[in-house]
């Protein structure tokens, strides 16, 4: 079983310059996830995204653990 080439994409030229730029800059083939071909405005969305999906990650383990194992109140 071969590898079959991608087919070439066309972009009509009736559309807008700057719409058909940013088709070309999304739809090339580089090594860039689709989420990253934006520029650095991307991978900092991209970080802080991450970051704040792990704070909440943490604010839930703190939370299943105060519940598990809260403090007994003395008689």
Do not use: W
């Not at 934006?38 to 990650?57: E, R």
């Amino acid at each position: 079983m071969g590898h079959h080439p991608e087919p070439k994409v066309y972009i009509s030229d009736r559309l807008p310059s700057s719409l058909r730029n940013k088709m070309q800059t999304f739809q090339a083939k580089n090594e860039l996830p689709v989420f990253l071909k934006g520029g650095p405005a991307d991978k900092v969305l991209f970080m802080t995204t991450v970051a704040l999906c792990g704070v909440g990650l943490l604010g839930i383990v703190r939370f299943v653990y105060s519940m598990g194992f809260a403090k007994k109140k003395a008689d």
